[in-house]
């Protein structure tokens, strides 16, 4: 007797270590009253009538702190409800047991699903804790720790990157094992079925057709051959330019020791399905940024490339006219290569332009700060045109005397080439972005003109009314300096945005065709260079899309 009394004695004292004090006195005081009411209530059969009403007073006392006592848990139980972090942990516990339900239990998953969904929904909607961030995959909050200590993995700027990589990777997966098809139903026999019936017309026709041929564009690898092959090993492509024709590709390479290099890829060669060009490298480097270039026509059609090269320390900064010729490996030793390049000292040039208007003629614009300078290669003779911000975009009209600015502060000006530098009358044309201007460009009737700013807008002008008639969404750019290129023959716009995905537009009614997601995982130092060409290697060439990226060329050809 006395060893199951101290057996009793222990496990109460252990219950008494584990359970709140609170409970137990709450759980005591309604032991004692309901004993004591069920003494009273047996005794009630034969008291007197006082002492029955007496009995009612104490059921009716008991009663209320029962009701009480309820009333608390209740309170308890809604209060533990409305907390965000337990009902997220009760709505994993219910996922929990229903995914280890027997499969015998299947008949029952109907009268289920209301909460089920209701669970769904409540770890979809995960509060937001300052300083911490929820990982949907464990399901549960980490710390998040300041971005300048180099030892922590977790930061705002890591887990950005790291939803951008399997974004990327996710595309990649796709377009590698489907074809990317339009819209459904969308085929080359049924637009021609209908453009015989007469429900298309030509040009109608011709749209979707090139919108049929982008979303079918297949990603293939270049090969590159040098007479350096370590070189294309090391190397980054930086920026690569096409010529007119498409038949030449001009490389800025960043060199592993610093500073740049170029070179010329022949896209003759660049046929299917092999996909093999040769690069012809020059000795001819720089440790100075190059902000600007462009192809220039000096003793034929695109005979020089011209830089915009950025100054350094006491090295001021230049503009470098550069004959195509020093990259051919044609001349025999100890021979002079014909034309020799010409450099132009311009302090801060920014942009750079190639005039091929008649009364522009051998003449090319750089963009200063806070000024345009119009150089004749011929003469040197110079005109100077003040402005009111730094120019970082330039574009001739091919027919109307006139060049295009796109400045930092937002502003896009023409100039008129017929007016001296004297007077305010050289502005022909005022247009007003948001943001800085990246680039410039005039279609071909130069009635219209695009451009692009830091804030992402791409933006359609009409040169006549000086109002934007069409805009272009999904553009990303913040900070970067990012063409654009205009293809009417195609109908298309192609811009690579600062989260490294080239985006394909349609020129007339500005609806995105495709999103191509970078073979490299998206950086800074990898933003790809792309350049699109209705005959990609020369006039028998196929329409398709070149991008350099890291140390690779990639070729986007319509199948």
Not at 116 to 123: K, M, Q
Not at 346 to 367: H, K, M, R, V
Not at 387 to 397: C, E, H, P, R, Y
Request: with cysteine; hydrophobic share 35%.
């Amino acid at each position: 007797m006395a060893a199951s009394t101290l057996l009793s004695s222990s496990r109460f004292l252990l219950a008494r270590m584990c359970v709140p004090t609170l409970f137990l006195m709450n759980l005591r005081a309604h032991f004692s009253l309901e004993t004591f009411s069920d003494s009273m209530a047996r005794s009630s059969y034969e008291a007197k009538p006082h002492t029955s009403r007496i009995m009612s007073r104490y059921k009716l006392g008991t009663e209320m702190n029962k009701s009480r006592w309820q009333s608390r848990r209740r309170h308890g139980r809604r209060s533990h409800q409305q907390n965000p972090w337990f009902r997220l942990r009760d709505s994993e516990d219910r996922s929990d047991s229903r995914a280890a339900q027997p499969a015998h239990d299947s008949g029952h998953g109907d009268d289920e699903s209301p909460s089920t969904s209701s669970g769904t929904a409540g770890t979809s909607s995960v509060p937001e804790l300052p300083g911490f961030y929820f990982d949907p995959e464990k399901k549960r909050y980490f710390r998040l720790l300041p971005g300048h200590n180099n030892c922590n993995p977790l930061t705002k700027e890591s887990i950005r990157q790291k939803e951008m990589e399997s974004k990327r990777l996710r595309l990649l997966q796709e377009e590698d094992r489907r074809k990317k098809i339009a819209r459904m139903g969308f085929n080359a026999s049924s637009m021609l079925r209908k453009s015989q019936l007469g429900f298309l017309n030509v040009t109608n026709y011709c749209h979707l057709a090139h919108e049929l041929h982008l979303s079918c564009m297949e990603r293939k690898k270049v090969q590159i051959r040098s007479m350096d092959p370590s070189a294309l090993a090391s190397d980054r492509f930086n920026l690569i330019l096409a010529d007119t024709n498409s038949d030449r590709l001009f490389t800025v390479n960043d060199v592993k020791v610093g500073g740049s290099k170029y070179g010329i890829i022949n896209l003759q060669s660049l046929k299917t399905p092999t996909l093999k060009v040769f690069m012809h490298e020059n000795l001819y480097f720089t440790n100075r940024k190059v902000n600007s270039v462009c192809w220039a026509s000096l003793n034929h059609l695109d005979s020089h490339i011209l830089l915009c090269l950025m100054g350094l320390a006491e090295t001021p900064g230049c503009a470098t006219l550069l004959p195509a010729s020093l990259f051919v490996n044609s001349h025999p030793a100890g021979i002079d290569r014909p034309g020799m390049l010409c450099s132009f000292r311009i302090p801060g040039a920014w942009s750079c332009a190639w005039s091929l208007n008649i009364q522009a003629n051998n003449c090319f614009s750089t963009g200063l700060s806070r000024r345009v300078l119009l150089t004749n290669v011929v003469t040197g003779h110079r005109q100077s045109f003040g402005t009111n911000s730094d120019v970082l975009a330039q574009q001739f009209a091919l027919m109307a005397p006139l060049l295009f600015n796109g400045c930092r502060s937002g502003e896009i000006f023409a100039i008129d080439l017929r007016c001296g530098n004297q007077g305010k009358g050289w502005k022909a044309t005022r247009l007003f972005h948001d943001s800085a201007v990246t680039s410039v460009r005039i279609l071909q009737d130069e009635q219209y003109l695009m451009a692009s700013d830091m804030a992402g807008k791409i933006k359609l002008w009409d040169l006549r009314t000086t109002k934007c008639v069409r805009q272009y969404e999904g553009h990303v750019n913040e900070y970067a300096y990012l063409p654009l290129h205009v293809h009417e023959e195609e109908g298309i716009l192609v811009a690579v945005g600062q989260d490294c995905y080239t985006r394909i537009w349609s020129l007339h009614d500005a609806r995105l065709l495709r999103t191509i997601p970078s073979p490299y995982p998206a950086s800074k130092a990898d933003i790809p260079s792309v350049a699109f060409s209705s005959r990609l290697g020369g006039s028998r060439g196929a329409p398709g899309l070149l991008m350099a990226v890291g140390q690779d060329l990639y070729c986007y050809s319509y199948s």
